[in-house]
């Protein structure tokens, strides 16, 4: 395997577990009854619609189907892949959540 061979594998791979993270986040919002895209823009007001959410939300199940993602894993999913401005907005959900219940 070549060089460039190697850095295509790699930027896909990436892409898939980037992916992964971003069903991770809508699901998580669907099962909490919150809208994935509005806790998107958000965290990041500047950047418009996202392709890769909006394919996630064809791959999200209700929140009946679904299986239980916790908190911790959302957070540390998102900080994996660096999504800290993300991470604080879902961390403000999460506040506001626990106060409600």
């Keep these: ?19 992964m993270m971003i069903l ?4 998580w919002c669907i099962n909490h009854d919150l809208d994935p895209a509005v806790l998107y823009t958000k965290a990041y007001p500047n950047q418009g619609s996202n392709p890769a959410l ?14 239980e993602i916790s908190n911790e894993t959302l957070l540390g999913v998102l900080s994996l892949f660096g999504n800290d401005d993300l991470a ?13 219940s």
Excluded: C, H, P, W
Excluded at 1 to 6: A, F, L, Q, R, S
């Design 88 to 100: 604080f907005v879902v961390s403000e959900e999460m506040e506001r959540l626990k106060k409600m």
């Design 1 to 19: 395997m070549d060089k460039k061979e190697v850095e295509k594998r790699i930027i896909e791979n990436y892409q898939k577990e980037e992916n």
């Design 54 to 67: 909006l394919q996630a939300l064809e791959l999200t199940v209700s929140k009946e189907e679904a299986g």
């Design 24 to 27: 991770v986040f809508a699901q």
